[in-house]
């Protein structure tokens, strides 16, 4: 007789049903408690802390890529600080013909004046023509030069400074380009120039127009020009006439 | 089909069925305990290759950046002043820049149009505020008058030439203006040949 056969004949029927099914319990039940503790460690535990891993991850990657730019950012303004003398010698060109105050705009007016009684220059005309006489010279309101609106605080005004003048075609082209020649710049805004055959004289009504750099109360240098990224890129136009008109004609000494 | 197996024979092979059947399920059940530790061991694993390996790797690149960042603060941040001071100021320069044309450039542009004596006189010149110049001409008949604004527009560095107010005057001259804006890419070089020539 087996263990089995023995056990059944011994222990009374209610108690076998109850030991079975306490087995059938215990043999479903622990796999699914089990299971659900598997569940609740890989939910709350390992996929938080593997997202954490990717995460990690994803921020180092990205700490290689602003590590990798940040090369390259350096090497750029390496670049540029071993030009920066040349860089601050058209700064310093740059704010003396477009200056901040409007003392330099008074002495321009000054020097239209000087100019036209100078006989001497880099070129030469027919000087055997009638001198220039200048009259109501006067210097107009300051405006805006762009009509860009900015937003930084600094912005680029003009001031025109308007004469009648009467003399030689010679002559005034010698007084133009003395005053080209000079450490001034301008731009002719408005220009009319007739001949008048009964005086043989030509006339005419000029705007010369100066520029000024203004800054408003607003305008912080270090977090305007400190915003400005070094891929930036300068004007080229403006370094070119810069170095074409006043640079390298000091440094020829001419 | 009759069945030959004696009752007690199928009896015995029924128990061994439910034994093999119960082993199995205890095996099942041993199994599935070691589920939740299988997890544990897993979690513990992801989190010593988080902090040994990736917290590590992650500080080092975290302190690289920074010194980086450092080294641009300290070393070229008065560079990048200079710089930004220069990039802004050009920008603001370049459309002050392209007005720049000097008056000496029409007179040259009427001596290169016409170098020998022109059968023809200017009684004008100017600028508008626009940028445009203009030459005033006082030509013998309008066929004359037409060929000069002819060489004008035929003339590769200024643009968009305009006649305007021909009119014919009492002398019996036709008198007229020409309007036109110069190209100033060309006109600086112009400019500076003609400077140099000088």
């Not at chain 1, 013909?97 to 321009?108: A, C, L, Q």
């Not at chain 2, 197996?5 to 439910?18: C, G, M, Y």
């Not at chain 2, 205890?26 to 010593?48: E, H, K, Q, R, T």
């Amino acid at each position: 007789m087996s263990n089995i056969d023995s056990a059944l004949k011994e222990a009374p029927p209610s108690d076998i049903m109850s030991n079975k099914l306490m087995n059938e319990i215990l043999y479903y039940i622990t796999p699914i408690i089990s299971l659900v503790a598997f569940l609740l460690v890989i939910i709350f535990g390992v996929i938080p802390t593997f997202n954490t891993l990717i995460n990690k991850l994803g921020t180092i990657e990205e700490l290689k890529a602003e590590d990798t730019m940040l090369k390259q950012r350096i090497t750029k303004m390496e670049e540029i600080k071993s030009r920066v003398a040349d860089l601050q010698n058209v700064i310093a060109k740059i704010n003396t013909i477009v200056p901040e105050g409007k003392t330099e705009i008074v002495k321009f007016a000054q020097r239209i004046r000087e100019e036209v009684n100078t006989n001497m220059g880099r070129f030469t005309f027919n000087l055997d023509e009638p001198a220039i006489t200048m009259d109501n010279i006067k210097t107009g309101e300051l405006t805006l030069a762009t009509s860009e609106k900015t937003t930084n605080g600094l912005k680029v005004n003009q001031v025109p400074t308007e004469f009648t003048i009467t003399g030689g075609l010679g002559r005034f082209r010698q007084f133009f380009s003395n005053l080209y020649d000079g450490d001034d710049f301008f731009v002719v805004e408005k220009m009319a120039l007739s001949f008048d055959s009964s005086s043989r004289k030509w006339n005419g009504s000029i705007s010369l127009v100066k520029y000024q750099f203004n800054k408003e109360s607003s305008f912080n240098a270090a977090s305007v020009y400190g915003a400005v990224s070094e891929n930036s890129i300068a004007n080229q136009k403006v370094i070119n006439f810069l170095t074409l008109k006043f640079l390298d004609n000091k440094l020829n000494g001419n | 089909m009759e069945n030959k197996v004696p009752p007690k024979i199928e009896h015995k092979t029924q128990e061994k069925l439910e034994v093999n059947c119960e082993k199995q399920r205890d095996n099942y059940s041993l199994a599935a305990a070691f589920l939740p530790l299988l997890a544990v061991v897993l979690w513990l694993g992801i989190m010593l290759i988080n902090a040994l390996v990736i917290d590590k790797s992650e500080n080092e690149w975290e302190a690289t950046v920074a010194k980086k960042k450092k080294v641009i603060t300290d070393i070229y941040s008065a560079t990048m002043l200079v710089y930004g001071e220069l990039v802004t100021k050009t920008n603001y320069l370049a459309g002050v820049i392209e007005k720049d044309i000097q008056p000496e450039e029409v007179f040259i542009l009427v001596e290169t149009l016409f170098p020998t004596d022109p059968g023809f006189s200017v009684t004008g010149f100017g600028r508008d505020k626009d940028g445009s110049f203009n030459v005033t001409v006082s030509a013998p008949t309008f066929l004359k008058f037409t060929k000069i604004a002819r060489r004008f527009s035929s003339y590769e560095k200024i643009r968009d030439v305009q006649v305007r107010g021909v009119s014919l005057t009492k002398s019996n001259t036709v008198d007229g203006t020409i309007n036109f804006f110069f190209i100033s890419a060309d006109l600086n070089s112009a400019t500076k040949s003609k400077s140099t020539s000088n």
